[in-house]
T-cell receptor, first 113, second 111 residues
């Protein structure tokens, strides 16, 4: 099993450009999450999904959109990137009934200039 | 005030030392508690859950004090491979949708 994978690993965007980050998991997990991690701060939840076709806002959703058309994939979109979105983005998944363990992907380092 | 606070560190300790990390949380309704480990430029990984009665996993001991809203992690006989950032994580509910991560405490174990 590959676990949780993220594409791309690195990206540099100019202000105003758009992009989509892809998260894929092969563990048949129900729940998926997108976080961002900034220096000196804990991971902050952007959006999450409790199952295929459903999404919900987390703590810092502004400027991002998500979709979960297939159970194994969770996409994070930036419609118009801003320098404040420079961060490391982590995707995570977990199975239903095991709220204590989230499995994280390796992260995507995004820089917006 | 952040909902979950930790000693920022870094903690620089020699191999074999015992080191303790503290974490406080402000939401008294928090349900469950964890320690995650994050290596430099890597993803976080679950180290251990924290139970009310305290729990141990090898060289690692976690304690929870609900009255004081305080969590601790003790590492005995530190190894070089323990060097990492340790994240205190609090779950606000029983559904796993409300994980709150602390900013982390960095540990460097020196030879």
């Amino acid at each position: 099993n590959a676990g949780v994978t993220q594409t791309p690993k690195f990206r540099v965007l100019k202000t105003g450009q758009s992009m989509t980050l892809l998260c894929a998991q092969d563990m048949n997990h129900e729940y998926m999450y997108w976080y961002r991690q900034d220096p000196g701060m804990g991971l902050r939840l952007i959006h999450y999904s409790v199952g295929e076709g459903t999404t919900a806002k987390g703590e810092v959703p502004d400027g991002y959109n998500v979709s979960r058309l297939k159970k194994q994939n969770f996409l994070l979109g930036l419609e118009s990137a801003a320098p404040s979105q420079t961060s490391v983005y982590f995707c995570a998944s977990r199975p239903a009934g095991r709220e204590y363990e989230q499995y994280f992907g390796p992260g995507t380092r995004l820089t917006v200039t | 005030r952040k909902e979950v606070e930790q000693d920022p560190g870094p903690f620089n300790v020699p191999e074999g030392a015992t080191v303790a990390f503290n974490c406080t949380y402000s939401n008294s309704a928090s349900q469950s508690f964890f320690w995650y480990r994050q290596d430099c430029r890597k993803e976080p990984k679950l180290l251990m859950s924290v139970y009310s009665s305290g729990n141990e996993d090898g060289r690692f001991t976690a304690q929870l004090n609900r009255a004081s809203q305080y969590i601790s992690l003790l590492i005995r006989d530190s190894k070089l491979s323990d060097s990492a950032t340790y994240l205190c994580v609090v779950n606000r509910d029983n559904y796993g949708q409300n994980f709150v991560f602390g900013p982390g405490t960095r540990l460097s174990v020196l030879p």
